[in-house]
T-cell receptor, first 115, second 110 residues
Framework: EAGVVQSPRYKIIEKKQPVAFWCNPI?????LYWYRQNLGQGPELLIR????????DSQLPKDRFSAERLKGVDSTLKIQPAELGDSAVYLC?????????????FGPGTRLLVL | RKEVEQDPGPFNVPEGATVAFNCTYS??????FFWYRQDCRKEPKLLMS???SGNEDGRFTAQLNRASQYISLLIRDSKLSDSATYLC???????????FGAGTILRVKS
């Protein structure tokens, strides 16, 4: 069974430029998460989707970050404009619905470097 | 205070050693607990869940002390392949939200 797919794997951009990340979750997983992981830290949740609904976006910096999950399958996370501090690994994860929801499967991540 | 705190290490141990990691969490209403493993430049993967009664999976034993808000992971007979970062993870009571610690680095050497 295919795991969580993310693209691109690496991205280098200049500050103030836009960037977008794509995620395709494991087939049948209704819940999708976007995390940001800074060097030496654990992943921090940005947004969680249940199907196509964003149920927790309290940690998403809404002035520059946006996300969508059309049709409740794959998802896109966008940053516009990017800042130097946005350099990090952006991880997508998915899980089954309740009660197995707690087991999250992560994709390989997108490494973003903002210059 | 961070919601989940871990000793960052690194823990440098020889093969065959027993090593223990500790973790504390601040939200007393947290409902479930996990250890994830993350290899260098890879994604986190679930290692094991942590139950109040304690649980064991081969060389790995996890313990939970709700009264002290403390979680532990014990690795026996360490292997070179155990070298990784171990993330303590807590599912907070509200919003079914996983909160990750910063991780503890383990290096097993021959």
């Amino acid at each position: 069974e295919a795991g969580v797919v993310q693209s691109p794997r690496y991205k280098i951009i200049e500050k103030k430029q836009p960037v977008a990340f794509w995620c395709n979750p494991i087939s049948g997983h209704n819940t999708l998460y976007w995390y940001r992981q800074n060097l030496g830290q654990g992943p921090e949740l940005l947004i969680r989707y249940e199907n196509e609904e964003a149920v927790d976006d309290s940690q998403l910096p809404k002035d520059r970050f946006s996300a969508e999950r059309l049709k409740g399958v794959d998802s896109t996370l966008k940053i516009q404009p990017a800042e130097l501090g946005d350099s990090a690994v952006y991880l997508c994860a998915s899980s089954l619905g309740w009660p197995a929801q707690e087991t999250q499967y992560f994709g390989p991540g997108t490494r973003l470097l903002v210059l | 205070r961070k919601e989940v705190e871990q000793d960052p290490g690194p823990f440098n141990v020889p093969e065959g050693a027993t090593v223990a990691f500790n973790c504390t969490y601040s939200n007393s209403a947290s409902q479930s607990f996990f250890w994830y493993r993350q290899d260098c430049r890879k994604e986190p993967k679930l290692l094991m869940s942590v139950y109040s009664s304690g649980n064991e999976d081969g060389r790995f034993t996890a313990q939970l002390n709700r009264a002290s808000q403390y979680i532990s992971l014990l690795i026996r007979d360490s292997k070179l392949s155990d070298s990784a970062t171990y993330l303590c993870v807590v599912n907070q009571a509200y919003g079914n939200k996983l909160v990750f610690g910063a991780g503890t680095i383990l290096r097993v050497k021959s």
